[in-house]
């Protein structure tokens, strides 16, 4: 049992908040890969965070701001208070310098653009300074949207389930897949998940389709690579 608690105790203890569900918890499919994190607990908002925090004191709180009002700077500050050596790190759509002033006065320890690198999140997960984060596996350099599409991809949903989870066109799901696929070096869904997971994951694996059948949502980008 001591061997058991001090590997949980090595690794980044983190707690996901806010966002939609699926989207929260492909994220943290995509973060558990990392081999010094681990999450520890998933909510959907700040209240049901704020009992988790202070109970189970956690290294990271990685905190989806969908409202930009006093709201929301008061809850990080709730965050900071039960738990003061929690990094909280805001992720959100406002560029606002104002708000985001807010949010670092209230105690974040960082605010993240959506449009932010899986690098940058996971460095500031682990607490490295910014211009030193980094990520050594095949996710680095993927901006976090496309880092969400591919944990979909994972979990073999097609072009047009992914659209309406995000509520994106088909096109920019394909336009973000294309990105990745070229960051990764791979020219197939089956081989960009292949590079990522070593295989697509075990709770949803699709039914192989007929011979010359394109599964539904799937198509070639400009470079014949499949989408």
């Given at each position: 049992?001591?061997?058991?608690?001090?590997?949980?105790?090595?690794?980044?203890?983190?707690?996901?908040?806010?966002?939609?569900?699926?989207?929260?918890?492909?994220?943290?499919?995509?973060?558990?890969?990392?081999?010094?994190?681990?999450?520890?607990?998933?909510?959907?908002?700040?209240?049901?965070?704020?009992?988790?925090?202070?109970?189970?004191?956690?290294?990271?709180?990685?905190?989806?701001?969908?409202?930009?009002?006093?709201?929301?700077?008061?809850?990080?500050?709730?965050?900071?208070?039960?738990?003061?050596?929690?990094?909280?790190?805001?992720?959100?759509?406002?560029?606002?310098?104002?708000?985001?002033?807010?949010?670092?006065?209230?105690?974040?320890?960082?605010?993240?653009?959506?449009?932010?690198?899986y690098s940058v999140?996971?460095?500031?997960?682990?607490?490295?300074?910014?211009?030193?984060?980094?990520?050594?596996?095949?996710?680095?350099?993927?901006?976090?949207?496309?880092?969400?599409?591919?944990?979909?991809?994972?979990?073999?949903?097609?072009?047009?389930?992914?659209?309406?989870k995000l509520a994106?066109?088909?096109?920019?799901?394909?336009?973000?897949?294309?990105?990745?696929?070229?960051?990764?070096?791979?020219?197939?869904?089956?081989?960009?998940?292949?590079?990522?997971?070593?295989?697509?994951?075990?709770?949803?694996?699709?039914?192989?389709?007929?011979?010359?059948?394109?599964?539904?949502?799937?198509?070639?980008?400009?470079?014949?690579?499949?989408?």
């Amino acid at each position: 049992m001591d061997s058991v608690d001090s590997w949980v105790n090595a690794k980044i203890r983190f707690i996901a908040v806010g966002g939609h569900a699926l989207l929260r918890g492909a994220l943290c499919t995509l973060l558990a890969h990392e081999e010094d994190l681990v999450v520890i607990g998933q909510v959907p908002d700040g209240e049901a965070a704020l009992e988790l925090v202070g109970r189970s004191r956690p290294d990271a709180v990685l905190l989806d701001v969908e409202r930009t009002g006093p709201e929301t700077v008061r809850t990080v500050m709730r965050m900071r208070d039960s738990s003061p050596s929690t990094r909280l790190i805001a992720m959100t759509r406002c560029a606002e310098p104002s708000f985001l002033r807010a949010l670092t006065r209230a105690g974040a320890y960082r605010c993240l653009t959506k449009e932010t690198t899986y690098s940058v999140l996971v460095g500031a997960l682990r607490g490295e300074a910014q211009e030193s984060a980094s990520v050594s596996g095949p996710l680095a350099g993927l901006t976090q949207r496309e880092a969400e599409i591919m944990g979909f991809v994972a979990q073999a949903l097609s072009n047009r389930q992914i659209s309406r989870k995000l509520a994106i066109t088909e096109d920019t799901v394909k336009r973000h897949l294309h990105n990745a696929f070229k960051k990764l070096g791979a020219r197939s869904r089956l081989e960009a998940v292949q590079r990522l997971y070593g295989g697509l994951t075990q709770s949803s694996r699709p039914t192989v389709p007929h011979a010359g059948r394109t599964p539904v949502g799937a198509g070639s980008g400009p470079d014949g690579v499949r989408c």
